[in-house]
C-alpha cells in the first residue's frame, strides 16, 4: 500500500498511514482520498474484495418424454437441458439410467451458467416388457420419468367351431375360430385354415387386433374340392393354433 500524498505538502509535516492487510486468495484493490493536513494526517482507504465464484453445479431439467409408453421393438429418444448453475466451468459425464442403471452416457462441459440439451437414442427391444424409471442424471441432480414397454402382439386360437365335422363329399360347411391379440400392442396376422396331415391349405384371412381385442373368423369351405378322406382341420395364427376331425365322406356310388 503506498501513501496518499497531502493536498498541501509541507516539509515541515510528515505523513504516516496505518495500512490495512486483507488476507485473500483473490486480488482486491484500494481507493485513496485527500488527506487534509492538521498537524495529523488522515485518509480514507477503502478494500475492494473479490467476488465469490459459485462452484459448477449441472442441473437436470425437461426430461422428454416423462411419462412414456413404447412397444416392445420401438426406438425413440429421451432428451433433457442440462444448466451449469454455477460460475465455474466443468465436464461432467451425463447418464441415460433405467432403474437407477447407467445404460449410456456422454460427456457433456459447461461454462458458468451455459445449457445444452442432451439425447439420448433407445431401442426398446434391449429390454423386457414392463414397467421402469427412466432418469438422465449428472453428478449433481437427475430427471425421473416413468417407462412402459408393452408386450408384444399374441394371437390366440380358441372356439374352433365344428370341432369335430363329417361332410359329404358336395356339401359346403362353415368352420369358425375366435382369435384373440392377448399381447398389449396392435398387431396384423394371417390366419389360415389348414386340412392336415396331407390336405391343401383352404383359406386364409388377414386380421389386424389392438393389444387385447379378439374377432371371430370364419371359412366357408366346398367339401367337393376336398378329396374324400379323415383329416385335422387346423385354425392356426403365426403363434398359435386349435385343431378338430373332419371326415369327407365318398361319393356315392351310382
Do not use: K, M
Request: proline share 4%; glycine share 8%.
Amino acid at each position: 500500500l503506498t501513501p496518499v500524498p497531502a493536498v498541501d505538502a509541507d516539509p515541515g509535516v510528515s505523513v504516516a498511514l496505518s495500512g490495512v492487510q486483507v488476507i485473500t486468495d483473490r486480488r482486491g484493490s484500494s481507493v485513496a482520498t485527500a488527506v487534509e493536513v492538521n498537524r495529523t494526517s488522515t485518509a480514507s482507504i477503502v478494500i475492494q474484495g473479490a467476488v465469490q465464484q459459485d462452484d459448477a453445479n449441472f442441473a437436470v431439467s425437461n426430461l422428454t418424454p416423462a411419462d412414456a409408453e413404447v412397444g416392445p421393438d420401438e426406438e425413440f429418444t429421451v432428451s433433457a437441458t442440462v444448466e451449469n448453475t454455477g460460475d465455474v466451468s466443468d465436464t461432467q459425464d451425463i447418464d441415460f439410467q433405467i432403474d437407477g442403471e447407467t445404460e449410456q452416457n456422454q460427456t457433456l462441459e459447461l461454462s458458468g451458467g451455459e445449457n445444452d440439451t442432451v439425447e439420448f437414442n433407445v431401442d426398446a427391444s434391449d429390454f423386457e416388457p414392463g414397467e421402469y424409471e427412466h432418469s438422465i442424471a449428472s453428478d449433481d441432480d437427475e430427471a425421473v420419468g416413468n417407462l412402459t414397454i408393452l408386450e408384444e402382439g399374441t394371437f390366440t386360437v380358441s372356439n374352433l367351431t365344428p370341432a369335430d365335422a363329417e361332410v359329404a363329399h358336395d356339401e359346403v360347411f362353415d368352420v369358425n375360430a375366435t382369435i384373440e391379440n392377448t399381447g398389449e400392442v396392435t398387431e396384423t396376422q394371417e390366419i389360415e385354415l389348414r386340412l392336415e396331415p396331407d390336405g391343401p391349405q383352404v383359406l386364409n384371412d388377414t386380421i389386424e387386433l389392438d393389444g387385447g381385442a379378439n374377432t371371430s373368423v370364419n371359412f366357408e369351405v366346398d367339401a367337393a374340392n376336398i378329396p374324400a378322406g379323415e383329416y385335422n382341420h387346423t385354425v392356426a395364427s403365426e403363434d398359435d393354433e386349435e385343431s378338430g376331425n373332419l371326415t369327407v365322406l365318398q361319393r356315392p356310388i351310382e
